[in-house]
Protein backbone atom coordinates (compact mmCIF):
# COMPACT_ATOMS: atom_id res chain seq x y z
CA UNK A 1 0.00 0.00 0.00
CA UNK A 2 1.18 3.18 -1.14
CA UNK A 3 1.25 6.21 1.70
CA UNK A 4 0.08 9.18 -0.72
CA UNK A 5 0.83 11.42 2.46
CA UNK A 6 4.52 11.08 3.40
CA UNK A 7 7.64 11.07 1.13
CA UNK A 8 8.41 8.36 -1.10
CA UNK A 9 11.56 6.31 -0.07
CA UNK A 10 13.73 7.69 -3.48
CA UNK A 11 12.79 10.86 -1.86
CA UNK A 12 14.12 10.64 1.57
CA UNK A 13 17.17 9.22 -0.17
CA UNK A 14 17.87 12.28 -2.51
CA UNK A 15 16.46 14.68 -0.01
CA UNK A 16 17.27 13.01 3.65
CA UNK A 17 14.92 13.39 6.16
CA UNK A 18 15.25 16.56 7.62
CA UNK A 19 12.37 19.15 7.14
CA UNK A 20 11.88 23.07 7.45
CA UNK A 21 8.34 25.10 7.76
CA UNK A 22 7.51 26.68 4.63
CA UNK A 23 7.02 30.18 5.39
CA UNK A 24 3.89 30.80 2.78
CA UNK A 25 2.00 27.75 3.25
CA UNK A 26 3.01 26.38 6.74
CA UNK A 27 3.38 22.75 5.37
CA UNK A 28 6.63 20.55 6.28
CA UNK A 29 9.42 20.83 2.73
CA UNK A 30 12.92 18.95 2.58
CA UNK A 31 14.99 21.91 4.09
CA UNK A 32 17.61 20.76 0.60
CA UNK A 33 14.07 21.78 -1.72
CA UNK A 34 14.29 25.00 -3.82
CA UNK A 35 10.69 25.04 -4.49
CA UNK A 36 8.24 24.23 -2.08
CA UNK A 37 6.05 21.57 -3.45
CA UNK A 38 3.21 22.74 -1.83
CA UNK A 39 2.38 26.44 -2.79
CA UNK A 40 5.69 26.97 -5.08
CA UNK A 41 7.53 29.19 -2.93
CA UNK A 42 10.80 30.34 -3.73
CA UNK A 43 13.29 29.21 -1.06
CA UNK A 44 16.40 31.96 -0.96
CA UNK A 45 19.71 30.15 -1.33
CA UNK A 46 21.90 30.93 2.11
CA UNK A 47 24.35 33.70 1.25
CA UNK A 48 27.88 34.44 3.17
CA UNK A 49 30.11 31.72 5.05
CA UNK A 50 28.79 29.23 6.62
CA UNK A 51 28.61 29.41 10.53
CA UNK A 52 31.44 27.23 10.94
CA UNK A 53 34.08 28.76 8.71
CA UNK A 54 32.83 32.48 10.81
CA UNK A 55 34.01 30.13 14.66
CA UNK A 56 37.14 28.67 13.08
CA UNK A 57 38.10 32.46 11.98
CA UNK A 58 37.50 33.92 15.35
CA UNK A 59 39.02 31.34 17.05
CA UNK A 60 42.11 31.67 14.88
CA UNK A 61 42.18 35.36 15.26
CA UNK A 62 41.80 35.05 18.89
CA UNK A 63 44.44 32.82 19.19
CA UNK A 64 46.96 34.77 17.15
CA UNK A 65 46.15 37.85 19.03
CA UNK A 66 46.72 36.10 22.77
CA UNK A 67 50.42 35.39 20.96
CA UNK A 68 51.31 38.14 20.03
CA UNK A 69 49.99 39.68 23.19
CA UNK A 70 52.20 37.15 24.90
CA UNK A 71 55.32 37.04 22.95
Same mark, same amino acid.
Given at each position: ??? +? %?? $? @??? +?? #???? @?? !?? !? /?? %? /?? %? #??? %????? /? *?? /????? #? $? *??? $? *? !??? &? ?6 ? !? =? &? =? =? ?5
Amino acid at each position: MLD +D %EG $P @SQS +DV #DRFG @SE !TT !T /CP %E /CR %E #DVY %EDAGV /C *PN /CGHVF #D $P *PTG $P *P !TWA &IWVAAFLA !T =V &I =V =VMWVLA
